[in-house]
Structures are given as C-alpha cells and as structure tokens.
C-alpha cells in the first residue's frame, strides 16, 4: 500500500466526515415523513374516481397481498405496506448499482466515481421537490436508488488513506456518522414538513433543504476531495515506477532472482474468502432488516404506540448506537466487532420474542443499538483486508449489494411470517437465523494478521486523531 502522510490523512478524513454526514442527514430526513407523504399522494391519486393511476394500480396489489393472510391487518398499515416496499424497491435497485459504482472507482478513480454518483443524488433529489404526483416521486427513489454510492465509496476512500492498523478506527468513524445522521435528521425532517411553501407539494420545504444539503456537499467534495485510489496519486505512481524499476534491473540479471522479485506484485494472502463475507452480509441484514421494519408492526399490538413513541425509540437506538462507535467499536479489532454485534442481534431477536414490557423494549433496543454499531462496518473492514488496491472498490460494492439484497427482501419475508403465523413464531425463526449467521461468524470468519493492532501503533493513531 502507497504511504499516506498524517496531515494528508486527516483532510481526507475530515472532508469523508463532513460530506458523509450532510449526505446522511439529507438521506434521512424523509423517513419519519413518509406516511404522510404517502397518505398525501393516496388522497389525491387513488380515491374511487382514480383508479387508474399508478398509486391506485400498486395500493390496489398491496391489499390483494394483505388480504391473504390468515391474520387480519388495520387499514392503518395500508401506508406501512406501502412505505416498505419503497424502501425494498430503494434497496434492490442499490443491489444492483453498487458493484457498477465500485468498479467505476476502481477503474476512473475514487473522486470522479463520488462526483458521477453526487450528480444523480442531485437529480434525485430535485425529482422530489418537483413531485406534485406519485409517478414523480417513484422516478426519484428509483434515481436514487440507482445512483447513490457516498456509502460505500467513502468506505473505500477509507481504505486508500488507511492502514491496516488504523483502518478499523477509520470504519468506525463512517458508522458514527450514520448513528449521528439517525439521531438527529429524521426529526429535523419532520419540523421541515411542518412547514409549507408550496400548496401542489406540501413536503417542498424539507425537500429544498435536502437538495440545498447535497448540492452543498457535491460542491465541497469537487473543491476539497483529492483522488485516494492508490494507482492514481502520486505516492502510488511513485511507488509503482520504483517497483518497476527494480523489476526492470531484475530481469537483466538471472532467471532465478527475476522469479524471486515476482511475488511482490502479488503479495495479497486471503485469510476470508469473500463469499463467505458476503453470504454473511447478505444472511445478517435478511433477518435484522426484517426485524427492523417489524418493529412499529409490534410496537402497536402490544404497546399502541404513536408514530412519536416510535420515533423516540428509533431516537434512543441511534444514540446509543453513536456512543459505543465513538467509544468502543473503533478501538476493538473487526472480527471482534462483527461477533459482539451478532451476539448482541442474538439477544435482542429473543427479547422481541417474549417481551411485555416497555423496560423490556428498550431493554431489547439496547442490544439494537449495539448490533447497529458494530456488524456492518466490522464486515467492511474485514473486507477491504481481502481486496488489492485495485480492486477494492469492486469488492466492497459487491458486499454491500449483497447486503442490499438481504434488506431489500427481508422486510417483505419477516411481516409475511409476521402476519401468517405470529410475533413468537416470526422472531423465533429470526433468532434461528441469526443464530446460523452467529455459527458463520464465529466458526467461519478469522482474523486477518494485519487486523490484529499493537500498542505502539494505537498510541499514534490517538494522536493523529
């Protein structure tokens, strides 16, 4: 790996913190605004004199599909349906786009891949300001869904600018920006949707403010964000020419000291194959994703809780989820991280089986919170140890499209055994699951050597930090 200089480092830290957390924020602040968002387009589209538009076609699906099971369901989670296959819609398309947009950054360089991406966010989101109708603003999901990719891009921004030792600390400081962005946009974006500003799109406000947010960030990624892919600064040019070089001295003197030069070029040993890293993506976010949308599902039944009451729960988990990534994931090894987060999924899939009380939800949201800022960035880290420079991009768009995949469908399969057979039988057969994913990790995944910190190495991450 091509040396980056501490002061090099910390900018680009600096500019993947500030941009990712603009880029989240704005991400977010249509979350808590959906079912009214919806229910807007629903009463102005599919009423009984509107049956032929799009709206009208898939509410119209949604019931035949409620209709099935044998447990009767509230007219209130019409919208919840609705919102859910949006975010399964969101999510397949990102399943599909992530290994293009990793292979693009492989290939074209790390900035311009971010930029192309900020483009279609733009439009994206400019849709959604502009969407006086339902068809619009499904042609702005699927804009986004195909072109967003801050994600995994500044995970392999990461990577370039990170060493093997310091690489963990800088994963999690990227999943600290999600509890922050969690805890704090859904609740700005509903205040914005509070205010009006254009009667056709009563939601414009909060729209303009997420355009206004990512226009921001696209500006301040051009202006401050130097290109990281290794081939393409000038450390790893210069590296590369003096690696060619000795090569070329090499090959003028015997057969036998030009074959003992050779296997620098290929020095990358594999400890975890990235299937397995990515069955274990693909199987974790199937059944947690799924377990996540349940949660207003059977916060409902046993609580009636509000949307606010809701709200404040998903609030409590990413604040929780923010404290231990700031405080103890980023100092714990990745393999370390993957197995305390599956554990503690583990955990939380049996409270959810068996809770009465509210102490126990939050008992159970606790172990959420610790599952939320752990798994993911421990899989991304332990990915980027079994990918080259050159490919790293590719890999990490390829796990993150299968982890896309398993939330795309694990909504949609968890409420079905939801509502088929109950909440005891669909967590039982979550924590099932998550216990194979559990067996996976810990019997399955090792710890790359370079994964494993020193102290003296920690010493000088805190300071450069």
């Known amino acids: 790996m091509a040396a980056v200089d501490p002061s090099t480092r910390k900018r680009v830290l600096k500019v993947i913190f500030v941009s990712l957390l603009l880029d989240l924020i704005s991400f977010t602040f249509i979350l808590p605004l959906f079912p ?12 009984p004199e509107s049956q032929s538009t799009l709206l009208a076609r898939i509410l119209s699906g949604l019931n035949a599909y409620k209709s099935a099971f044998a447990k009767p369901i509230d007219s209130r989670y019409d919208i919840v349906l609705l919102g859910g296959a949006l975010g ?5 398309l990102q399943a599909i786009a992530s290994p293009v947009i990793g292979r693009l950054s492989d290939k074209y360089g790390r900035r311009t891949a971010l930029l192309a991406s900020m483009a279609g966010n733009i439009v994206s989101v400019l849709l959604w300001v502009l969407a006086v109708d339902f068809r619009t603003f499904l042609a702005s999901r699927v804009v986004g869904g195909l072109s967003e990719g801050n994600v995994q891009l500044a995970t392999a921004i990461a990577t370039d600018i990170s060493d093997e030792h310091s690489r963990g600390r800088t994963m999690a400081l990227i999943g ?3 509890s922050v962005a969690f805890t704090f946009g859904p609740a700005l974006g509903a205040y914005l949707s509070s205010v009006a500003s254009v009667a056709a799109n009563p939601f414009a406000t909060a729209a303009g403010v997420s355009l206004f947010l990512i226009v921001s960030e696209t500006v301040y990624l051009y202006l401050a964000l130097p290109e990281t892919l290794p081939s393409m600064t000038a450390a790893g040019k210069k590296q590369t020419e003096q690696q060619n070089g000795t090569t070329n001295k090499t090959k003028t003197k ?20 990235h299937a397995l890293l990515n069955l274990v993506h693909f199987a974790f976010l199937l059944f947690f994703s799924g377990m996540e949308f349940s949660l207003p599902f059977m916060t409902y039944e046993l609580f009636q809780y509000s949307s606010s009451d809701n709200g404040r729960l998903l609030g409590y988990v990413g604040l929780v989820a923010s404290l231990l990534q700031g405080g103890l994931t980023r100092r714990l090894p990745p393999l370390l991280t993957v197995r305390v987060g599956v554990a503690a999924c583990l955990a939380a899939f049996a409270l959810l089986g068996r809770i009465g009380t509210v102490r126990a939800l939050y008992a159970a949201a606790t172990c959420l919170a610790a599952t939320s800022a752990t798994v993911v960035s421990g899989l ?7 990918a080259g420079e050159d490919e790293r991009g590719g890999k990490l768009g390829i796990l993150r499209s299968y982890g896309q995949l398993g939330r795309g469908l694990g909504p949609v399969l ?5 509502w088929w057979a109950g909440r005891e039988v669909a967590y039982g057969m979550g924590a099932l699951g998550i ?13 790359p050597p ?4 020193q102290k003296g190495v920690v010493a000088e991450e805190k300071k450069e930090l």
């Not at 991304?380 to 079994?386: A, G, I, K």
Request: glycine share 4%; aromatic share 12%.
């Open 176 to 178: 600290a920006c999600f």
């Open 380 to 386: 991304n880290t332990l990915s980027s140890f079994e």
């Open 414 to 418: 968890f409420t079905s055994v939801y």
């Open 435 to 447: 216990l194979g994913v559990t067996l996976l990790v810990f019997a399955g995944l090792k710890a």
């Open 450 to 453: 370079a994964s494993v910190r």
């Open 36 to 47: 009214k968002l919806l229910e807007f387009y629903r009463n102005s589209e599919a009423g």
């Open 88 to 92: 399964s819609l969101f999510s397949l």
């Open 254 to 273: 015997t057969a036998t000291a030009t074959a003992t030069a050779k296997p620098k070029a290929a020095a990358l040993v594999r400890t975890n194959s």
